[in-house]
């Protein structure tokens, strides 16, 4: 049973900055792409950034130059660093791993950006 754990979102004022993370509780699955999602009350799950084996990276157009997406292997963790943080960036982020080919999501963790 493959679990991902969330932490790093919070209340924070515009400008500002959040860390997320989040570490699989799997030392024995090989896991290809991880990514971050994003959901706003009443607008559709956004896909905000991934990263594959390679180190490739990708990300939605709204948060290009703004937002950071890495990986730790050895700690089967993926982080999001969220700088110039927009009211419009207000969700809840979950966090996604392919782990041997099988999807998993992360229970999500809420970001508010707020004066």
């Known amino acids: 049973q493959v679990q991902l754990v969330e932490s790093g979102g919070g209340l924070v004022q515009p400008g500002g900055s959040l860390r997320l993370s989040c570490a699989a509780s799997t030392n024995f699955g090989s896991i290809s792409f991880m990514e971050w999602y994003r959901q706003a009350p009443g607008k559709q799950r956004e896909l905000v950034a991934n990263?594959?084996?390679?180190?490739?990276?990708n990300y939605v157009d709204s948060v290009k130059g703004r937002f950071t997406i890495s990986r730790d292997n050895a700690k089967n963790t993926v982080f999001l660093q969220m700088n110039s943080l927009k009211p419009e960036d207000s969700a809840v982020y979950y966090c996604?791993?392919?782990?041997?080919?099988?999807?998993?999501w992360g229970q999500g963790t809420q970001v508010t950006v707020s004066s």
């Open positions: 996604r791993m392919s782990v041997d080919g099988w999807p998993y």
């Open positions: 990263i594959f084996a390679d180190d490739t990276t």
